[in-house]
């Protein structure tokens, strides 16, 4: 029995043994792993992070303001450093609830609130006039894409670039009126070609009257002489 119980006992103690080797091995392959995750989650956390920073110096190094809009509140999640540069509005008040009523008063843009109003999500495209803080229009083209906010998932934002296309309407319109001076010209020009003729016609002709009247008068002057001689009994063939 003695034996018997130490057999028991030594046998006890190697499965023992065994699963606390087992044990271990199983940890540190549990560490092993978790290091390796961290790790990983690291690297792609900077990765992330340097491709966050790439995307804000590329968006923030252009002249398009990058914005989010939540449309329910009417204010903005975020704003590029060029919307308050170039509207002049200091950036604590685009995130003001309401801002937007500010920036695009309804009762001159109406129909672009309503599309704003009646966003659904999805990519779209807007031309609105805005005022700056001096209260100076300004011609911004959005392009957007409309989505639930990552906040409430309810509100809708819209998020993309506003672009200041007032200086390309600017030379539209100026490029229309001197379209227009153009197509004034060419008729003032072609009236003055129908007019030109008759006149060039006339003028002709008074000239050459002019020379004809001088020439007959000349005749004339001979004519009168002849008459004189005639009467007098002179030498007519002289």
């Not at 939540?70 to 999640?77: A, I, R």
Request: proline content about 3%.
């Amino acid at each position: 029995l003695s034996s018997m119980l130490l057999a028991l006992a030594h046998s006890f103690s190697v499965m023992m043994s065994e699963c606390v080797r087992l044990f271990e091995e199983r940890r540190q392959m549990e560490r092993t792993e978790k290091d390796r995750l961290e790790k990983l989650v690291a690297e792609r956390t900077r990765e992330l992070e340097r491709g966050r920073e790439q995307y804000r110096l590329v968006v923030e190094g252009t002249q398009a303001i990058p914005f989010a809009l939540d449309v329910d509140d009417g204010c903005f999640e975020y704003i590029g450093p060029q919307g308050p540069q170039r509207l002049g509005f200091p950036e604590e008040s685009w995130k003001q609830a309401g801002f937007l009523d500010r920036l695009m008063p309804r009762e001159r843009n109406g129909a672009v609130r309503t599309r704003i109003d009646e966003s659904r999500p999805g990519n779209f495209e807007l031309e609105a006039t805005v005022l700056t803080e001096r209260e100076e229009r300004v011609e911004l083209r959005w392009v957007v894409s409309c989505e639930t906010s990552e906040n409430t998932r309810q509100h809708r934002v819209l998020r993309g670039l506003m672009l200041d296309v007032t200086e390309h309407r600017r030379l539209e319109s100026e490029l229309a009126q001197a379209q227009k001076l153009e197509s004034v010209g060419r008729l003032a020009a072609g009236v003055a070609h129908e007019i030109n003729t008759p006149v060039q016609f006339v003028s002709d002709s008074v000239q050459f009257v002019r020379e004809a009247m001088d020439v007959l008068s000349v005749i004339v002057d001979r004519y009168r002489d002849l008459r004189v001689a005639a009467e007098k009994g002179e030498r007519l063939a002289e």
